[in-house]
C-alpha cells in the first residue's frame, strides 16, 4: 500500500473504495443520454474536492482503527495529483491535507468507539440478568454472545456500519442472492465476516476497557473520552492480527464501492460523525 505508483496508476490504486465507473444507483441520467460520459464526468469531479479524499481515507481508518500516517501522506499526494494545473497549491498544502485527513479519520474511530460501541453495550450492560451473564463469560463466550447479538438484534450491525455508506456498497455486501462470478460471491461472503468480525472483536475490547469499568468506578466523561479511550487504542490496532479475523481481512482497496458519493449519503454519515458523544 504504501508503494509509490505512476501518476496513471494513482487513482486505481485507491479505486477500492474509489467509486467505479459504472452508473450511479438513484443518479439522475444526463440530458444527452451519454451516461458513461457523464458519470465519468462527476467521477473526475469528486476526486478533485478535498471532502472527497476524506471519505476515502474513512475505510483505512476503520480498517486498521488508525489511519497511518504513510496512508494519509500518499492520499495528500493523490488528491494534490488530481487537481487542475490552474489551482495555485501552496508549499503547505501537502502537510495541511494530511493532518485534515488524520484528524477527520481520529474523528470516525472516534464515533464507532464512544458514539456507537460504547453507547449499545453500556445500555445492554443495565439488564441485570446480561450483566451477571457476561461478566462471568471466558473470552471465546464473550465473542461468541456479541456475535450472535450482532447476527440477530436488529439495527445492531446498520448502527456500526452506516458511516461508512459513503464507499462501501453494503446493498451489495448483503445481497441476499448468488449474483455474479465466482470471485464476486466469495468477496461478498469474505466480506460479510470481515465487518462481523470486525464489530465482534471491537464490542469486546470496547466491553472490556471501557463499560468494565463502570462496575468499580462512576462514568466520568473526561476520564472516558481523554484518558481510557486513547489508552484502549493499541488493543482495537492490534485487531487485525487476531486468528479470528485474519483469515477474512479484506483491504479498503478491495472493498466494494459505489460509483459516486451521493450527496444525501454524505452529509448524513457527517451528522453521524459531528453529533455530540456522549
Known amino acids: ?10 487513482g486505481q490504486e485507491y479505486a477500492q473504495p474509489q467509486p467505479q465507473q459504472n452508473s450511479p444507483q438513484g443518479s439522475i441520467s444526463p440530458a444527452n443520454g451519454d451516461e458513461k460520459a457523464t458519470t465519468g464526468a462527476e467521477v473526475e469531479y469528486q476526486t478533485q474536492q478535498l471532502w472527497y479524499w476524506v471519505e476515502i481515507a474513512k475505510p483505512f481508518a476503520f480498517h486498521n482503527s488508525n489511519l497511518p500516517l504513510a496512508t494519509a501522506s500518499h492520499l495528500s499526494e493523490i488528491y494534490l495529483s488530481r487537481l487542475p494545473p490552474t489551482n495555485d497549491i501552496l508549499p503547505t498544502a501537502h502537510t495541511a491535507i494530511t493532518l485534515t485527513l488524520l484528524s477527520t479519520s481520529h474523528l470516525l474511530l472516534r464515533y464507532l468507539i464512544l458514539g456507537v460501541l460504547f453507547p449499545l453495550l453500556r445500555q445492554w450492560s443495565t439488564n441485570p440478568t446480561f450483566h451477571a451473564f457476561i461478566t462471568h463469560c471466558t473470552r471465546a463466550q464473550r465473542l461468541a454472545f456479541w456475535r450472535e447479538k450482532a447476527l440477530t438484534t436488529p439495527g445492531v450491525l446498520d448502527r456500526y456500519l452506516e458511516v461508512l455508506d459513503t464507499m462501501l456498497d453494503r446493498k451489495w455486501v ?31 475490547e470496547v466491553f ?34 487476531d486468528p479470528s479475523i485474519v483469515p477474512f481481512l479484506v483491504e479498503p482497496r478491495q472493498w466494494p464501492s459505489k460509483s459516486l458519493v451521493e450527496e444525501e449519503v454524505l452529509n448524513r454519515c457527517l451528522a453521524l460523525i459531528g453529533r455530540r458523544l456522549e
Request: hydrophobic share 40%; glycine share 2%.
Open 1 to 10: 500500500m504504501d508503494n509509490m505508483m505512476s501518476q496513471q496508476d494513482q
Open 174 to 204: 448483503y445481497r441476499g442472492d448468488d449474483r455474479g462470478d465466482m470471485a464476486a460471491r466469495d468477496l461478498r461472503s469474505k466480506m460479510q465476516l470481515y465487518l462481523l468480525w470486525k464489530f465482534v472483536l471491537s464490542a469486546d
Open 208 to 241: 472490556m476497557e471501557l463499560v468494565m469499568r463502570l462496575d468499580y468506578e462512576p462514568y466520568n466523561r473526561e476520564r472516558f473520552h481523554e484518558v481510557y479511550y486513547p489508552a484502549m487504542l493499541p488493543k482495537m490496532m492490534a485487531i487485525n492480527r
